[in-house]
Antibody, heavy 118, light 110 residues
């Protein structure tokens, strides 16, 4: 069974970078699927942030412009989120998730709350 | 971006049918598939995929859940509703990037 688990700091200061790790077990991230980051804001709005494909290509939500980067370490079967220049509006629960092609997100991590505050 | 519109809340009685709607401002069909998916999320938990491609039941999901629709109008039906179904339900489209979600419909029991 595919399992995903987010990890990273729960508190980030404004203007700094947010960095999260998603560790995947039960499946090799180079074998298939797209590997995404999705966040849920207070008030329940959900936003797809971007993905890294099994081949290593990336696609980002234009709303995040040049602030976002998704990378991976295939030797550790992990992928990463970096979001630069954060503000309080980036406070959210961050999820990593995976899907096959245009299908729904079948696998999700438990989510990690990141608060941006000084 | 494709905008998905859901009603904020719905109250139904145990054993009755719940119908949750999702309308998009653009067609999400492509080559015979409707790229619309439904999720259930309970407080403190991650979203759970219920329905993919508008009408396909995800693995392990009971047949009380069903989805239908095409183009710009979609529905998720729960019949009969059980107490454990109280949750927020989200629709999500993957026809065009960026993927977008509806604002969620909170299902409550009368």
């Amino acid at each position: 069974e595919i399992q995903l688990q987010e990890s990273g700091p729960g508190l980030v200061k404004p203007s700094q970078s947010l960095s999260l790790t998603c560790s995947v077990t039960g499946y090799t991230i180079t074998s298939g699927y797209d590997w995404s980051w999705i966040r849920k804001f207070p008030g329940n709005k959900m936003e797809w942030m971007g993905y890294i494909s099994n081949s290593g290509s990336t696609n980002y939500n234009p709303s995040l412009k040049s602030r976002i980067s998704i990378t991976r370490d295939t030797s550790k079967n992990q992928f990463f989120l970096q979001l630069n220049s954060v503000t309080t509006e980036d406070t959210a629960t961050y999820y990593c998730a995976s899907r096959h092609g245009g299908y729904g997100f079948a696998y999700w991590g438990q989510g990690t709350l990141v608060t941006v505050s000084s | 971006d494709i905008v998905l519109t859901q009603s904020p809340a719905l109250a139904v009685s145990l054993g009755q049918r719940a119908t949750i709607s999702c309308k998009t401002n653009q067609n999400v069909d492509y080559y015979g598939n409707s790229y619309m998916h439904w999720y259930q999320q309970k407080p403190g938990q991650q979203p759970k995929l219920l329905i993919y491609l508008a009408s396909n039941l995800a693995s392990g999901i009971p047949a009380r859940f069903s989805g239908r629709g095409s183009g710009t109008d979609f529905t998720l039906t729960i019949d009969p509703v059980e107490a454990d179904d109280t949750a927020t339900y989200y629709c999500q489209q993957s026809r065009n990037l960026p993927d977008t979600f509806g604002a969620g419909t909170k299902l409550e029991l009368k």
